[in-house]
């Protein structure tokens, strides 16, 4: 059973940080390209950053604050998002995502991240 579960949202004050989580199993994860995305309310669904095993590539609106990482266990595949110098347009529900075409995106439940003092 493929499970893609996310962790780590939250209320944060602007200028704070967070840290996501995704926990991505039940299939080979390892070849797949990873990454999160993010809805606000209203708005549609854009990428925030995105990995492979050699290549990261980030929104230009999170370049230079946000970092992807993953670590590609046995079975399972944790995929990490650190936010630094959060800010309220930050605020969103986040998405971990998994992809490898041409098979059908996975995606996960989502974790809210709110930023407001």
């Known amino acids: 059973q493929v499970q893609l579960v996310e962790s780590g949202g939250g209320l944060v004050q602007p200028g704070g940080s967070l840290r996501l989580s995704c926990a991505a199993s039940?299939?080979?994860?390892?070849?797949?390209?990873m990454g999160w995305y993010r809805q606000a309310p209203g708005k549609q669904r854009e990428l925030v950053a995105s990995i492979t095993n050699s290549n990261t590539n980030y929104a230009d609106s999170v370049k230079g604050r946000f970092t992807i990482s993953r670590d590609n266990a046995k079975n399972t595949v944790y995929l990490y998002l650190q936010m630094n110098s959060l800010k309220p347009e930050d605020t969103a529900v986040y998405y971990c995502n998994a992809r490898r075409p041409p098979a059908t995106p996975w995606w996960g439940q989502g974790t809210q991240v709110t930023v407001s003092s």
């Open positions: 039940g299939t080979i994860f390892s070849f797949y390209t």
